[in-house]
Each structure stands twice: as structure tokens, then as C-alpha cells.
């Protein structure tokens, strides 16, 4: 099962066109809503875009966390807004292009191809993998060699279920042929200390979240998700060829509700723009595992579409408890 390549260019418009609403004055002081707790990956990004936001586009610029339900408290919320209340969702991909085809997570009142729509993809969030010190292995060989030791069944924390982390994990378990105990938490924060602790032995996590632990010795970094290499991991190997060419899309961007008016949509693009070109911004994500990508409108509606379409297939072909 392989992702394609992301067009450049793609014509197809975002379902669901905006409703036609009295223009109003572009707003100075906006408000960011990110559907997971303060301290992880999402709350990073967020809080990196919004000052420059505010650098670079004079906006003052707020972030809210609504956690809670998969991120369908933070998708609802904005969904509701009326399109001149500046407010704006600062979504993980997972919450449009996966959650929908898990009645388990799907959002009961909205549809986020209808009722919500793209400003601009943030930044891919890549992810690694990263094993307590206590596990006792040096790199992914040794790891994937211990985790097929007869009888044994490696503990493997994820930062919530339905995740891109959670996903992670279930593709290295159906592609390696491996028998984890995947254990979820409500965040990466809590999962992270119980690694750190020895009660988990590895975990799928990002450089932010995980980086303090592996500085104190406790964690070790051993492979990458995505088909990538990160400059603040030099000789880290990525899970590509043990993924057998696949990779679970993991991305932030910003989004409005559909009844958000084409020149403030138009408006709040070219801000962020001009917040990922700030380098002090673009640096800020690099140094901590986050790749900027700066797509346009229409772009990130592609690859909305395209992870939707990947996830779906997903979903049918590997079993997934989400009441783990």
C-alpha cells in the first residue's frame, strides 16, 4: 500500500462551497483552536504559527485548547463559528482525512468535507521511534530482533488512539510481523514519562515531546517514520523499507469553517505565508521535527483527499481496536 505523490497543481475545489456571507473587515486578533492538551506536538506547531502570525502579519493571535473526543470538540467548535468571528482550527490531518471512517471517532454533527475548509497546510510532523534505555537495544535491528524473540511482547505507548503514532505502530506490527502490546494515552506527555520510566518500551513519538528524555539519557531515537532524514538526528535510519514503501501522513494545517467568506480565506493564506517565511519560524519547526510545507488552498484540499483515500484503504486492511 503506497501514498502518492502529492500533484503541485490539482483542480478539484474543496466540497462544499463557502456560503456567501456581508464582507467584513479583516480582523487583527484572531484566535487558533488545536483539538489536543498544551505540551504536544500540535500545541507546539500552533504556538510556533501564531507568533508569527503576529510577527509577521501584525495579528495578534490566540491559542485555544479544546481537547477531547478525538479532536472533534476543537473540529465541532470551529465548524459552528460564523465566517467574520476569526476564529480558526489549527487541525492535525488525522481529525479530516481518518476520524470520518472510524464510527468510533467520527464526528456526530459535522462533516469536514462539507463543513470545514483549507487555509494552508503548517508542517509534516514527523515521527520516530524511540526506545527506553532500559530495553537495552542500541538501534532498530537489535530492536526489531528483540521484539521477535519467542514469547516476547514489546509494550509500545501511544499518544492517543486514532493517531498518526497509533498508526505508526499498527503498520511496523502488519509490515514487520511483529506482536506489540500497544498501550494508549491521552497525550504524549504522560506517555512519554512512563517510557522514560521504564514501563513502556518504546514509543512512537516526535522530537518536541520525546527530545528532553532523550537528552537525559533515559530515551534512545532509533528510526523515522516517513521516508526522511532529520538534520538533528544524523545516522537515525527511516522505517521505510521495513514499512515495505508506505507511510502514515502526518500533518498540521489551518482551516475555517465553511461559512468563512473567500477574501478572509484569501486573507489568512497569505499571513500564513508570511509566517512560514519568517526563518526564525521555519528553524523553530526544522529543530524540532516538524517540516514546513506551506501548500496553497487548493493543495492542501488535495492532500486532504489523498490521505483520506490512503486511510480509508488502510482502515479496510488492517485491523484497528479503537477501544483500546
Known sequence: MKRRTVLASVGAAWIGLPRLVVAQPDRQQIRLVVGYPAGGVADFAARTIADGLTQAAGLQTIVENKPGFAGNISLEYVARQSGDSGIYGFFGNSQLSTHPFVPQLASKTVNPFKDIVAIGAVSETILVLAVSTQLGVNNLEEFLAKAREPGQRLRVGLAGVGTAHHFAALLLQ??????????????????IVDASGGHLDAVFTTMPVGGPMVAAGKMRWIAIAQPTSIAGLPGIPS??????????????????????????????????????ALPAVANKLRDNGLEPLNLTRTQTDARVREDAAFMKEFLAKVPVDFST
Not at 514487520?176 to 504524549?188: E, R, S, W
Not at 515495505?244 to 497569505?270: C, E, K, Y
Open 174 to 191: 502488519k509490515e514487520a510481523k511483529l506482536d506489540l502490546l500497544l498501550v494508549p494515552y491521552k497525550g504524549g506527555a504522560p506517555m
Open 239 to 276: 522505517l521505510i523499507d521495513v514499512y515495505h514503501g508506505a507511510s502514515i501522513p502526518s500533518w498540521s494545517g489551518l482551516f475555517a469553517s465553511s461559512s468563512t467568506p473567500v477574501h478572509q480565506l484569501d486573507f489568512m493564506h497569505r499571513a500564513l505565508e508570511k509566517a512560514l
